[in-house]
């Protein structure tokens, strides 16, 4: 079992590059699904450490879910960085104002009462 913040024995940090590249090269599913994995990590690292969540992570899921066109999945990953503590920075406001702007994107695509 890996220590928090860890994947497969590597600190999430070190997987910057190959999900840059992954996505580079079109693999969007494994993007994806390596993402997921750091997405956890920063989180146990993050509680354990009691510090705010490393936002990239959650960007960059939201951008692939953006881009294979699943509003919900992207929706639930910026739902989920909004209920976690976060590092300073500007990611925190830049994640918050792609949730407003795809909420309200999705409330025009409901359908009325």
């Known amino acids: 079992m890996d220590k928090p913040g860890f994947v497969d ?20 599913d494994e993007a994806g699904s390596l993402l997921c994995r750091l997405v956890e990590a920063t989180e146990a690292e993050a509680c354990a450490n009691r510090w705010g969540v490393a ?11 953006a881009k294979l066109h699943d509003a919900q999945a992207e929706l639930s990953i910026l739902e989920r960085y909004e209920r976690q503590q976060k590092a ?6 830049n ?13 025009k695509l409901r359908p009325g009462p």
């Open 88 to 93: 300073p920075g500007v990611g925190p406001s």
């Open 55 to 65: 936002p990239w992570y959650y960007e960059q899921l939201a951008i692939i879910y």
């Open 95 to 107: 994640l918050a104002a792609r949730l407003s702007r795809l909420r309200s994107r999705l409330q």
């Open 9 to 28: 024995g590597r600190h999430l940090t070190t997987y910057v590059e190959e999900v840059r590249s992954l996505k580079r090269s079109g693999q969007m």
